[in-house]
């Protein structure tokens, strides 16, 4: 199977899949709308050792041999309810800024966890703006059934009904629904987990190949590669060459002399380096533009991660063995028991995003041209006809403009290009800081997860 295939197989799988079967999300302690008393903390390393001391009061640590339950947390959980309500007070500017009172406020949230942010965001929202909560439609689509069960209790405990909130099990590329009207689309460190593939290039003619594995007698894992058959690699690859990303190749194959140089050195490799490419991703961006034509993309992941397998853009792949976190160093590794998550190339995602969007499903190249442009070295200029001028900058088929109406960025409503901010320049802008400081000043909510960006 192709590599994709495998990743999703691993991390998906109803019957043996990591998040169907030991993965848990670390909640922070109090009741549904409490977390960590930060403003009682004298430091970091207190809040740390707090931290620490939730884990195993959630059971992370076992006796039993081999990995055992995976927990993991994210800052909604950590800083429950300011992180999300920083999400909230980011939403409801551009809301009313654009729509209100004239279209309601449509808010879809994927893979929602435990229901944390979706709960946070509609209680703050019913606080502090009833107008718009009384306008408020919050969709989930989550693709665990237990995590849907669980949200459309905790949500239905907390008082929002359905006419507020609805939650629907079903993967996001399985979704059929049309979402005319505006809306907000939320994927809070869900990307990390869509499954990438695997290219390598010919050293000589730096011809693509995909990645594919194999499973031999013993039940080993064997991966090798082919020539580019996929569609959906050879859609990516063809895109990248339209906007002009190269691929993350090492210097010695950058130009033609080193790379004859390289390929006549004794036991020289003929494949380059491996390199992940998100195909998962593009499957995502297509959705969005195919069923939510008038949206707008709050996306927020990790831009990087330490200790990942060998390549460029490669995951981490990790599991938690009697509470120590263990990294691996391939990702052909035994389904359900491993974690496997992908850093984020902001800019280049901010770039295919826009093209995407900008496009409709016509206007793509078919099949066979994909295939064709996939296979060209990918060094090379674009054969594409297509234009990347000032038209790039404002997408047509995106969100039509509004006459009367603009932006916070003084373009007509729909036109505005999406942009790439640090976690802290996102919570110094919408967050309220005073919440999450330590009694010495430290602000963890802000100093955490450096490695995270945030695409709005």
Not at 313 to 318: K, Y
Not at 400 to 416: C, F, H, K, N, W
Request: charged letters at 20%; hydrophobic letters at 40%.
């Amino acid at each position: 199977m192709l590599v994709r295939d495998f990743i999703e197989d691993a991390l998906y799988n109803p019957n043996y899949g990591y998040f169907s079967k030991e993965a848990t999300i670390l909640t922070a302690p109090g009741e549904e709308n409490e977390g960590f008393d930060f403003n009682g903390f004298k430091d970091s390393a207190q809040f740390e050792s707090a931290v620490a001391n939730r884990y195993v009061e959630c059971g992370s640590v076992t006796e039993t041999e081999g990995p055992g339950r995976q927990i993991w947390h994210t800052p909604t959980e950590l800083f429950k309810p300011w992180y999300g309500q920083a999400i909230a007070q980011c939403l409801v500017s551009e809301y009313l800024l654009k729509y209100f009172p004239y279209e309601d406020f449509k808010i879809y949230e994927l893979g929602a966890g435990n229901g944390t942010l979706a709960l946070n965001i509609l209680d703050y929202l019913r606080t502090h703006f009833p107008e718009v909560y009384d306008r408020t439609l919050y969709t989930i689509i989550e693709i665990s059934a237990p995590l849907a069960c669980a949200q459309r209790e905790r949500l239905r405990r907390a008082g929002h009904t359905k006419r507020t909130v609805n939650v629907h099990h079903r993967s996001i590329f399985a979704w059929t629904r049309t979402e005319p009207a505006p809306c907000y689309v939320l994927a809070t460190e869900v990307v990390d987990n869509f499954a990438h593939d695997v290219v390598r290039y010919d050293v000589r003619t730096l011809e693509p190949f995909q990645g594919e594995v194999a499973i031999d007698d013993a039940g080993e894992f064997i991966p090798y590669y082919t020539r580019i058959t996929d569609p959906l690699i050879a859609s990516l690859l063809s895109l990248r060459r339209r906007l002009n990303h190269h691929p993350a190749l090492p210097w010695y194959l950058r130009t033609s002399p080193l790379r004859s140089i390289y390929a006549s050195l004794p036991f020289a490799p003929n494949l380059s380096p491996p390199e992940y490419i998100p195909t998962r991703l593009l499957s995502f961006l297509r959705v969005l533009r195919a069923h939510f034509p008038l949206h707008r993309l709050l996306l927020t992941d990790f831009s990087s991660l330490p200790d990942a397998v060998p390549g460029a853009n490669a995951p981490v792949v990790q599991t938690s063995v009697r509470g120590t976190m263990v990294p691996c160093k391939t990702v052909f590794v035994q389904q359900g028991y491993f974690d496997i998550l992908f850093p984020t190339a902001f800019e280049p995602l901010r770039d295919m995003y826009e093209l995407i969007l900008e496009q409709s499903p016509t206007m793509e190249m078919d099949l066979e041209d994909d295939l064709t442009h996939a296979r060209v070295s990918p060094l090379t200029s674009s054969s594409s006809s297509l234009s990347l001028g000032t038209h790039f900058f404002s997408p047509s088929n995106r969100r039509s403009p509004i006459d009367g109406i603009a932006s916070a960025s003084g373009l007509s409503v729909g036109e505005r290009r999406s942009s790439v901010y640090s976690h802290a320049e996102f919570l110094e802008t919408y967050g309220a800081l005073g919440k999450t400081r330590l009694r010495n000043g430290e602000n963890p909510m802000v100093a955490f997860y450096q490695n995270v960006k945030v695409l709005f």
